[in-house]
């Protein structure tokens, strides 16, 4: 019998579907778990995706609003980006929230590493938290159209839990930092 942690797929040929600078898309040609032929696509980020959450000296955080088009709807979401792969997370946390909010922190922790869609997707997610806070212009992308709100961290743990908040980096980010308050170590 394999070992379960083994990978248990074969791939028997593959071909690139799409490609554009953000992502590529693979189709590949396996043979299954079961010993059975079948096809996989699997979506490769060029970017690693990442999240901050603020929260200044009254325990206050930002969110940044836009319409978001792949789900053709309106989110509340924590700032957050991509990050190249050549540049160290922190580094593009940095730069998402000066960009999106104007805000630089002068304390950082990293909180989370997760896989955003791991049945389709490899993409990566590095979330941080982001403390000491100082105030500066914003820098939005040309593609960004977005809302700013500072908020006490409790309404928006409460916007989570309620459903009004769906982004799922957002949901992780804002319930480890909700954890992180209740175990004392904020």
Not at 33 to 46: D, E, L
Not at 68 to 94: Q, T, V
Not at 170 to 177: D, E, G, I, M, S
């Amino acid at each position: 019998m394999q070992n379960p942690e083994e990978n248990p797929w074969a791939i028997t040929s593959q071909q690139n579907i799409y490609d554009n600078p953000w992502i590529n898309v693979t189709e590949y040609q396996v043979i299954n778990p079961s010993g059975n032929p079948g096809i996989y696509g699997k979506v490769h980020f060029k970017n690693r995706a990442i999240g901050v959450v603020t929260l200044d000296a009254d325990m206050n955080t930002y969110l940044v609003g836009q319409y978001r088009f792949p789900i053709d709807e309106y989110s509340w979401e924590l700032p957050e980006g991509g990050g190249p792969l050549g540049i160290e997370p922190i580094e593009g946390a940095k730069r998402e929230l000066l960009e999106e909010t104007g805000l630089i922190a002068h304390e950082w922790t990293e909180i989370q590493r997760m896989h955003l869609s791991n049945s389709v997707s490899d993409e990566l997610c590095f979330l941080f938290l982001a403390r000491n806070l100082e105030q500066h212009e914003a820098e939005p992308e040309e593609t960004e159209q977005l809302q700013v709100r500072k908020l006490p961290f409790k309404d928006v743990y409460e916007m989570v839990c309620n459903g009004q908040i769906t982004d799922s980096m957002t949901v992780a980010a804002v319930l480890r930092v909700q954890l992180m308050i209740l175990e004392g170590k904020i």
